[in-house]
Each structure stands twice: as C-alpha cells, then as structure tokens.
C-alpha cells in the first residue's frame, strides 16, 4: 500500500482508493472546515493538530489546558444562517412533469427527502467546500438491463448527494469545442450493516462509474485492501453527475468561499484557550516567601485563619503574589475583535452590489442589486434544472419547455446596510449600544431572521459558556500549581 501524504490521503499508487491530484490539493482547506463543522469534540481530539503545545508544555498540562477549550461556532452557525435563508420558503417547480419525475419533488433520493431538503444540503456543501454533487442514478439489481427493459420496469430515477470529500477521484476527456467530459468517476459509500447476531459494522466501499458501466468494491476485514463485490452496465451513455459551485477555479475544482472566516475561527480556538489558560493562573495567588531558614521551611509552612506563620529572621517575608491583569484585558480585546471580523466576514455573502446604470433598458435590468449568496442560488437551480433533464433521460422523456426550478432569493444586505451594520458593531465595542440592540437593529436591516428574539440569543450564549465551565469545572480537581507549570 501507498504512504499517506500529509493529510491523509495517498499519493503515488494505483490502487481504487488512491485520490487524484485536484483532490489531494483541495483536501487541506476542507480538513480546517470538517473539524471546525465538528465542534468542541472534534477540535479536541484532534489536540496538537490546531491547537500546538507550548515550549515545555508536558502532556498533562496540555490535556488539562484543551479540556478547558471550547470553540466559538461562528463559521458553523455562518453556514446553517446562511443555508437557511434560501430554504425559508420551499423550492418550486414550474411545468408539468410526468408521474415518474413528479415523485421526485416529494422522495428525491428515495429516503424521503423532498426536494427543499436535498437542495440546502446540496447548497451547504457549496457553503463549506466550494462545491456540490448530484448523482442521478437508476434502481439496478446488478442484473443488465437493455434501454427498453430499464424504461418499462416502472421504476424512477433519483438524487444522490456526494460529498466533496468522498468523490475521491475522477477523469475526463477533452472534447472539440474545448469543454471537459467526465470519463469516470470514484467515490466513497458507507453501509451499516448487521454483524453476528445483534452486532453491527460500517463497511466503507468505493463506486466506479464509467460511461458505461459501474463496479462496487469493499474494504476487506484487514482494513487494507478493496475487492470488487459486484459490477454491472448502464445504458446512460455518459457519467450522471452535476457539480454545482460557489466558487469554482477549475472543472470540478473549488475553493471555499468562507475559508477566511474558518481560519478565523481557529485563530479565536486558539486565543479562546489562551484566554481560559491565563484566568486559571490570574485566579490563584501565588505565595510568596523570603528571609525564612532551611530549617523552617522543611518544618511546613501552615496558612489558615487560625494559624499563626512565625519565623527567628525578622526580615523575614511572606505575602501573596496576584497577576496584573493586563495580559487578561488584552486577550478579551483580541477576542473581541475576533468576534466582530467574524461577523463582518459572515455578512458578506449577503452584501449587494449595484452594477453601473445606463441609458438603455437592457442595462439598466443587468445592473440590477445582487449579492454572492443571490448568485449561488441561480447556479443552484441551473444545477437542479440538469438533474432533472438527467432524470428525464433515464426514463426516455425530455422536460416541458417551461420547466424550471425556482428558489427563494429575494433577500440581501444592501451596501448602505452593510456599513450601518459595521458602524453597529463599533458602537457595540464602544459601549454605546448593549447586545440586545444590536441584535434587533440587525434584524431591522433584514441581515437576521424575525424569529430571532434578541433575549432568547444572548440568554443562549451565556448559557452555553457557563454550562461549559462549569462542566469543566466539576471533571477538574482544584487548580495545583506545580513546578512545571
């Protein structure tokens, strides 16, 4: 078996589950995504991945410090805000579709998922990693089936949604007009399945479809090989996958539009578990004594309301050393700061901007407000509206000429919000508003829901920060400073 590059993935083999190039290079940005997208447990266990040890940080420490860590969700809570706008009013279609297709609206991937719900995964995908996969496939018992056999079986075809991170690997074939044609593609399954008698396993498998055929294989029990478990042909004639993107550099080549906000976010993990290191310390006094004998101090000092502390040296010194604070004062403003670029970056997806007017009618309706969150909701319905075609040709059928996908889009942040939004936060900062104005100016200026209650918000973060620490809290012994520390 190959070696495994630096984060994760093989290099250099040929074996099924070896990833292609364009993956390996994207890999790294959603391997900061996937663990923020984890939340407090994730980032923990990846410990030293994203959160280094000090200089002479031993291992108790360490894991005493991560323990009391908890992640600031921005990136996370950016994500579900910004999927959910889009999805707040349900997905239509326009056109009449016959009864096969229809019955994709209501179960699109036969796990009774409508067509609002596979859509918002499909659109956070783009959120996360740039990009998003259909795969339309066909109900098959393994057995080939000619066109006409598949088409009078009364069976439909449906989505499914592969995850950027499973489609592992893929090939395409220049084409005369200069465009790319996929040839194969490889991606990652996962089955839970039954194990003795009440015992249960995840099997991983890999799916190969080429332009005419498609083979399943699964890891072996040793974990360090595939074998082939079942092949077949379709009838297709070409690989049924729609890619839909956010921010697309290449074919099938993305990059995530939030990256700066992720990175952010790990910035603040790392400051964030700082700052709970440093109060531990600022907490404690540190006792502090001089001019004491040898003798005296191996005889124990006792310190108590009811102890008297005594000593021949009438030099002798002995008081309790507090930090200044300022170390403290200095990491809540970074905090802060954090906080409110992660909102500003959060924010922008929303922003319109307003194309240069001109004289005619045509130009005056391009210039038209719209943001990146508007675009990638076009691109969206571009990619649901060639699903479905790739649905319609599954069963020997071409879609009404007034068929399209309509998803809800009329919302933003204008320019002049986002600035009042901006000089918000610095009054926040200033002092000159509270939290709960904010909020609900924010929500006056439509960049938050209406069922936002602006109490129920800051209750909810105070609670989460105080159930944290008191759970760190009570599964700690009390603080004992030692000489390592």
Request: charged residues 30%.
């Amino acid at each position: 078996m190959a070696l495994f590059g630096s984060y994760g993935q093989k290099l250099g083999n040929d074996d099924i589950d070896t990833p292609c190039k364009a993956y390996v290079e994207m890999f790294p940005k959603w391997d900061l995504i996937n663990d923020l997208l984890g939340g407090t447990t994730v980032m923990r266990a990846v410990g030293r991945k994203w959160l280094p040890a000090e200089n002479k940080e031993n291992g108790v420490n360490y894991d005493n410090r991560i323990a009391r860590s908890f992640l600031y969700g921005a990136y996370r809570d950016t994500i579900q805000k910004l999927s959910a706008k889009p999805f707040s009013k349900p997905v239509s279609v326009a056109g009449n579709l016959s009864e096969r297709l229809e019955e994709l609206t209501a179960n699109v991937d036969f796990r009774s998922s409508d067509l609002t719900q596979f859509a918002r995964t499909i659109f956070e995908d783009g959120l996360k990693y740039g990009m998003g996969h259909i795969f339309v496939d066909y109900p098959s018992d393994g057995a080939s089936q000619s066109l006409y056999e598949e088409r009078q079986s009364g069976t439909r075809p449906y989505f499914v949604r592969i995850a950027p991170h499973d489609l592992i690997g893929w090939r395409t074939e220049k084409q005369p007009d200069g465009s790319d044609k996929l040839i194969q593609i490889r991606f990652k399954e996962k089955s839970l399945e039954f194990k003795d008698e009440f015992g249960e396993e995840e099997v991983d498998y890999i799916r190969v479809v080429t332009l005419d055929s498609w083979q399943l294989w699964r890891r072996t029990e040793n974990d360090k090989n595939y074998e082939k478990v079942r092949e077949g042909q379709h009838t297709f004639g070409e690989i049924p996958l729609v890619s839909f993107y956010t921010m697309r550099k290449d074919f099938m080549v993305s990059d995530p539009p939030l990256e700066d906000l992720a990175w952010l976010n790990l910035a603040h993990w790392q400051s964030l578990s700082d700052q709970r290191n440093i109060l531990r310390f600022a907490r404690v006094g540190l006792l502090f004594a001089s001019g004491f004998a040898p003798e005296e101090i191996e005889e124990g000092i006792n310190i108590g309301p009811n102890s008297l502390v005594s000593s021949t040296n009438p030099e002798a010194n002995l008081e309790y050393v507090e930090h200044s604070g300022e170390a403290i004062g200095a990491g809540e403003k970074d905090l802060k700061r954090l906080e409110e670029r992660m909102e500003v970056l959060g924010l922008q997806p929303l922003v319109q901007t307003t194309g240069n007017s001109t004289a005619t009618a045509r130009a005056m309706d391009e210039a038209r407000t719209h943001s990146n969150i508007q675009a990638w909701i076009r691109g969206l319905e571009n990619s649901l509206l060639r699903a479905f075609e790739m649905a319609a040709m599954w069963v020997g059928e071409t879609l009404p000429d007034d068929f399209a996908v309509d998803i809800f889009n009329e919302f933003g942040v204008t320019l002049s919000a986002s600035d009042d939004v901006k000089s918000l936060l610095a009054m926040k900062q200033g002092g000159c508003i509270s939290h709960e104005t904010f909020i609900k100016e924010v929500k006056r200026r439509g960049v938050l829901s209406d069922e936002v209650v602006a109490g129920e918000e800051i209750n909810a973060i105070g609670e989460l920060e105080s159930l944290e620490l008191d759970r760190y809290s009570a599964s700690n012994d009390p603080v004992n400073l030692t000489e390592d520390e």
